[in-house]
């Protein structure tokens, strides 16, 4: 579950953190193919391990690692 800034607990959907990344993206002019997508997914839950309860700016930060650690952030 990701524990929101407000407190409550949330089910873990990995398709909002695919739907933010793409964001990422399209801001800069150039989607993210699916491909591209799952991979920083991946690296991310890998990143994230297996756990209970994660707060929301912990799954922040680990997009942020991940985004950089591919080489999409300077």
Do not use: H
């Amino acid at each position: 579950q990701i524990i929101k800034r407000s407190g409550q607990k949330q089910t873990y959907d990995p398709g909002k953190i695919t739907a933010a990344i793409q964001k990422v993206f399209v801001s800069t002019g150039q989607p993210a193919p699916p491909s591209v997508l799952n991979d920083l997914l991946s690296r991310i839950e890998a990143l994230l391990g297996p756990g209970a309860d994660r707060p929301v700016e912990q799954i922040q930060d680990k997009v942020e690692q991940a985004l950089m650690e591919s080489g999409f952030y300077p």
